[in-house]
Protein backbone atom coordinates (compact mmCIF):
# COMPACT_ATOMS: atom_id res chain seq x y z
CA UNK A 1 0.00 0.00 0.00
CA UNK A 2 1.14 3.03 -0.81
CA UNK A 3 2.18 5.29 2.14
CA UNK A 4 0.57 9.15 2.43
CA UNK A 5 3.82 11.16 1.28
CA UNK A 6 4.35 9.29 -1.73
CA UNK A 7 0.47 9.54 -2.77
CA UNK A 8 0.19 13.52 -2.42
CA UNK A 9 3.88 13.58 -3.89
CA UNK A 10 2.05 11.75 -7.15
CA UNK A 11 -1.48 14.19 -7.09
CA UNK A 12 0.70 16.93 -6.83
CA UNK A 13 2.64 15.65 -10.35
CA UNK A 14 -1.02 14.67 -11.49
CA UNK A 15 -2.08 17.95 -11.11
CA UNK A 16 1.36 19.75 -12.45
CA UNK A 17 1.06 17.99 -15.42
CA UNK A 18 -2.55 18.69 -15.89
CA UNK A 19 -3.79 22.23 -15.38
CA UNK A 20 -1.54 23.60 -18.22
CA UNK A 21 -3.76 21.26 -20.39
CA UNK A 22 -6.80 21.90 -18.99
CA UNK A 23 -6.18 25.49 -19.26
CA UNK A 24 -5.33 25.40 -22.64
CA UNK A 25 -8.74 23.48 -23.21
CA UNK A 26 -10.50 26.01 -21.75
CA UNK A 27 -8.62 28.64 -23.52
CA UNK A 28 -9.27 26.95 -26.77
CA UNK A 29 -13.07 27.34 -26.22
CA UNK A 30 -13.02 30.72 -25.20
CA UNK A 31 -13.59 34.00 -27.05
CA UNK A 32 -13.34 37.06 -24.52
CA UNK A 33 -11.20 37.10 -21.16
CA UNK A 34 -10.83 40.21 -19.60
CA UNK A 35 -9.14 41.49 -16.71
CA UNK A 36 -9.48 41.18 -13.44
CA UNK A 37 -12.05 38.50 -14.61
CA UNK A 38 -10.81 34.71 -12.97
CA UNK A 39 -12.36 32.98 -15.88
CA UNK A 40 -13.00 33.93 -19.86
CA UNK A 41 -16.29 36.38 -20.57
CA UNK A 42 -17.30 34.54 -23.02
CA UNK A 43 -17.75 30.38 -24.48
CA UNK A 44 -17.56 29.54 -27.92
CA UNK A 45 -16.88 26.37 -29.95
CA UNK A 46 -16.21 28.56 -33.00
CA UNK A 47 -12.43 28.22 -32.83
CA UNK A 48 -12.92 24.22 -33.06
CA UNK A 49 -15.63 24.33 -35.77
CA UNK A 50 -13.46 25.91 -37.89
CA UNK A 51 -11.57 23.31 -38.10
CA UNK A 52 -13.95 21.40 -40.42
CA UNK A 53 -14.52 24.49 -42.68
CA UNK A 54 -13.04 24.18 -46.09
CA UNK A 55 -8.95 26.34 -46.59
CA UNK A 56 -8.56 26.39 -42.41
CA UNK A 57 -5.33 27.15 -41.61
CA UNK A 58 -5.16 25.47 -38.41
CA UNK A 59 -6.19 21.93 -40.26
CA UNK A 60 -4.35 22.39 -43.12
CA UNK A 61 -1.24 23.25 -40.46
CA UNK A 62 -1.92 19.51 -38.71
CA UNK A 63 -1.84 18.06 -41.82
CA UNK A 64 1.26 19.50 -43.14
CA UNK A 65 3.00 18.26 -38.89
CA UNK A 66 1.57 14.76 -39.65
CA UNK A 67 2.85 14.63 -43.13
CA UNK A 68 6.44 15.82 -41.95
CA UNK A 69 6.86 13.77 -38.78
CA UNK A 70 5.71 10.58 -40.48
CA UNK A 71 8.34 10.89 -43.25
CA UNK A 72 10.88 12.04 -41.00
CA UNK A 73 10.15 9.56 -38.35
CA UNK A 74 10.36 6.39 -41.24
CA UNK A 75 13.08 7.84 -42.58
CA UNK A 76 15.29 8.26 -40.19
CA UNK A 77 14.37 5.35 -38.33
CA UNK A 78 15.28 3.29 -41.59
CA UNK A 79 18.51 5.15 -42.46
CA UNK A 80 19.28 4.62 -38.59
CA UNK A 81 18.74 1.21 -38.11
CA UNK A 82 21.24 0.57 -41.35
CA UNK A 83 24.04 3.06 -40.30
CA UNK A 84 23.84 2.05 -37.03
CA UNK A 85 25.13 -1.45 -37.92
CA UNK A 86 27.73 -0.46 -40.35
CA UNK A 87 29.41 1.80 -37.54
CA UNK A 88 29.06 -0.53 -35.41
CA UNK A 89 31.41 -3.07 -36.90
CA UNK A 90 33.36 -0.82 -38.22
CA UNK A 91 37.04 0.14 -37.41
CA UNK A 92 36.65 3.77 -36.75
CA UNK A 93 33.63 3.59 -34.67
CA UNK A 94 34.68 6.19 -32.09
CA UNK A 95 35.31 9.04 -34.69
CA UNK A 96 31.92 7.96 -36.96
CA UNK A 97 30.22 8.14 -33.43
CA UNK A 98 31.73 11.70 -33.27
CA UNK A 99 30.23 12.77 -36.39
CA UNK A 100 27.22 11.58 -35.32
CA UNK A 101 26.46 13.59 -32.30
CA UNK A 102 28.16 16.91 -34.51
CA UNK A 103 24.43 17.98 -35.19
CA UNK A 104 23.31 18.36 -31.54
CA UNK A 105 26.58 20.86 -30.65
CA UNK A 106 24.23 23.69 -32.45
CA UNK A 107 21.12 24.92 -31.80
CA UNK A 108 18.24 24.09 -34.49
CA UNK A 109 17.73 27.80 -35.32
CA UNK A 110 21.99 28.17 -35.57
CA UNK A 111 21.99 25.03 -37.72
CA UNK A 112 19.44 26.29 -39.77
CA UNK A 113 20.56 29.65 -40.36
CA UNK A 114 24.56 27.79 -41.30
CA UNK A 115 21.97 25.65 -44.32
CA UNK A 116 20.29 28.09 -45.52
CA UNK A 117 21.86 29.04 -48.14
CA UNK A 118 22.60 25.76 -49.27
CA UNK A 119 18.37 24.87 -49.28
CA UNK A 120 18.19 27.98 -50.98
CA UNK A 121 20.13 27.07 -53.89
CA UNK A 122 19.13 23.37 -54.52
CA UNK A 123 15.49 24.72 -54.05
CA UNK A 124 14.43 23.34 -51.06
CA UNK A 125 13.24 26.42 -49.17
CA UNK A 126 10.05 27.15 -48.45
CA UNK A 127 8.93 23.53 -49.32
CA UNK A 128 7.75 20.23 -47.23
CA UNK A 129 10.55 17.94 -49.17
CA UNK A 130 13.11 20.64 -47.59
CA UNK A 131 11.77 20.70 -44.21
CA UNK A 132 12.06 17.15 -44.39
CA UNK A 133 15.04 17.07 -45.07
CA UNK A 134 16.57 19.35 -42.99
CA UNK A 135 14.50 17.80 -39.84
CA UNK A 136 16.29 14.67 -41.12
CA UNK A 137 19.72 16.25 -40.38
CA UNK A 138 18.96 16.24 -36.47
CA UNK A 139 16.47 12.96 -36.77
CA UNK A 140 18.94 10.65 -38.04
CA UNK A 141 22.38 10.87 -35.99
CA UNK A 142 19.42 10.95 -32.91
CA UNK A 143 18.27 7.07 -34.75
CA UNK A 144 21.71 5.89 -35.37
CA UNK A 145 22.88 7.08 -31.93
CA UNK A 146 19.50 5.19 -30.51
CA UNK A 147 20.15 1.49 -32.47
CA UNK A 148 24.14 1.72 -31.72
CA UNK A 149 23.48 -0.52 -28.48
CA UNK A 150 21.42 -2.89 -30.44
CA UNK A 151 24.27 -3.94 -32.38
CA UNK A 152 26.23 -6.32 -29.39
CA UNK A 153 27.93 -9.37 -28.65
CA UNK A 154 24.63 -11.28 -27.69
CA UNK A 155 23.17 -9.88 -31.53
CA UNK A 156 26.11 -11.51 -33.43
CA UNK A 157 25.82 -14.73 -31.28
CA UNK A 158 22.46 -15.13 -32.04
CA UNK A 159 23.42 -14.64 -35.91
CA UNK A 160 26.20 -17.50 -35.78
CA UNK A 161 23.98 -20.05 -34.32
CA UNK A 162 21.21 -19.36 -37.12
CA UNK A 163 24.10 -19.23 -39.74
CA UNK A 164 25.62 -22.93 -38.13
CA UNK A 165 21.93 -24.02 -38.57
CA UNK A 166 21.84 -23.14 -42.33
CA UNK A 167 20.54 -19.81 -42.51
CA UNK A 168 22.00 -17.18 -45.51
CA UNK A 169 22.24 -13.87 -44.42
CA UNK A 170 19.19 -12.71 -45.69
CA UNK A 171 17.49 -15.56 -43.33
CA UNK A 172 19.02 -14.00 -40.69
CA UNK A 173 18.02 -10.40 -41.29
CA UNK A 174 14.50 -11.38 -41.65
CA UNK A 175 14.00 -14.37 -39.15
CA UNK A 176 16.45 -13.07 -36.56
CA UNK A 177 17.53 -9.37 -36.35
CA UNK A 178 14.16 -8.18 -37.57
CA UNK A 179 12.02 -9.56 -34.48
CA UNK A 180 14.91 -8.67 -31.81
CA UNK A 181 14.41 -5.32 -33.44
CA UNK A 182 11.08 -4.86 -33.63
CA UNK A 183 10.39 -3.03 -29.80
CA UNK A 184 13.21 -0.60 -30.72
CA UNK A 185 12.10 -0.29 -34.01
CA UNK A 186 8.91 1.21 -32.94
CA UNK A 187 10.36 3.11 -29.88
CA UNK A 188 12.94 4.54 -32.52
CA UNK A 189 10.09 6.10 -34.51
CA UNK A 190 7.90 7.21 -31.63
CA UNK A 191 10.93 9.17 -30.67
CA UNK A 192 11.63 10.48 -34.14
CA UNK A 193 8.39 11.42 -34.77
CA UNK A 194 8.27 13.48 -31.49
CA UNK A 195 11.63 15.35 -32.65
CA UNK A 196 9.60 16.22 -35.62
CA UNK A 197 6.76 17.12 -34.07
CA UNK A 198 7.77 19.92 -32.19
CA UNK A 199 10.76 20.70 -33.82
CA UNK A 200 10.27 25.21 -34.77
CA UNK A 201 13.71 26.25 -35.44
CA UNK A 202 14.67 23.94 -38.59
CA UNK A 203 11.65 24.29 -39.77
CA UNK A 204 10.85 28.06 -39.72
CA UNK A 205 13.77 28.99 -40.84
CA UNK A 206 14.28 26.42 -43.37
CA UNK A 207 10.09 26.83 -44.08
CA UNK A 208 10.77 30.07 -44.99
CA UNK A 209 7.01 30.95 -43.57
CA UNK A 210 5.90 29.08 -46.48
CA UNK A 211 5.34 25.59 -44.75
CA UNK A 212 2.89 26.13 -41.46
CA UNK A 213 3.19 23.24 -39.06
CA UNK A 214 1.38 23.56 -36.00
CA UNK A 215 4.61 24.55 -33.78
CA UNK A 216 4.72 27.82 -36.18
CA UNK A 217 1.28 28.03 -35.81
CA UNK A 218 1.41 28.74 -32.30
CA UNK A 219 4.07 31.19 -32.27
CA UNK A 220 2.03 32.86 -34.98
CA UNK A 221 -0.62 33.80 -32.96
CA UNK A 222 1.08 34.27 -30.15
CA UNK A 223 2.98 37.35 -31.23
CA UNK A 224 -0.77 38.24 -33.12
CA UNK A 225 -2.17 38.00 -29.01
CA UNK A 226 -4.41 35.78 -30.61
CA UNK A 227 -4.43 33.39 -27.48
CA UNK A 228 -7.34 31.39 -28.52
CA UNK A 229 -6.49 30.36 -31.39
CA UNK A 230 -3.29 29.26 -29.94
CA UNK A 231 -4.55 27.31 -27.40
CA UNK A 232 -6.53 25.63 -30.05
CA UNK A 233 -3.33 24.66 -32.13
CA UNK A 234 -1.42 23.95 -28.81
CA UNK A 235 -4.21 21.26 -27.54
CA UNK A 236 -3.98 19.49 -31.41
CA UNK A 237 -0.36 19.67 -30.85
CA UNK A 238 -0.82 17.85 -27.87
CA UNK A 239 -2.79 15.32 -28.67
CA UNK A 240 -0.88 13.10 -30.95
CA UNK A 241 2.54 12.96 -28.60
CA UNK A 242 0.31 12.10 -25.54
CA UNK A 243 -1.14 9.46 -27.53
CA UNK A 244 2.61 8.02 -29.40
CA UNK A 245 4.07 8.69 -25.40
CA UNK A 246 1.37 5.98 -23.94
CA UNK A 247 2.10 3.47 -26.73
CA UNK A 248 5.58 3.97 -26.16
CA UNK A 249 5.48 3.05 -22.05
CA UNK A 250 2.77 0.05 -23.24
CA UNK A 251 5.39 -1.23 -25.28
CA UNK A 252 8.67 -0.36 -22.98
CA UNK A 253 6.60 -1.94 -20.36
CA UNK A 254 5.62 -5.33 -22.07
CA UNK A 255 9.69 -5.64 -23.44
CA UNK A 256 10.72 -4.96 -19.69
CA UNK A 257 7.73 -8.06 -18.75
Excluded at 70 to 98: D, K, N, P
Excluded at 189 to 194: E, P, V
Excluded at 240 to 245: A, D, F, H, I
Aim: aromatic share 16%.
Amino acid sequence: MQTKPSYIFRLVIALVCIIPIMLLVVLSFSKNWTFPSLSPDTYTTIAWEDLFKKGNSVRDSLFSSMLISLLVGVGATFMGFFTSRTIAYHRQRRALMFLAYLPFVLSPVILAVCLKFYFIKLNLAGNIFGVVLAQLIIAFPYSTIFFMGFWNQRLKDYSSVAGTLGSDNKDVFWRVIVPLSKPLLIICFFQCYLISWFEYGLTSVIGYGKVQTLTVKVYQYLTEANIFYAALSCCLLILPPVLLLWLNKRIILRQAG
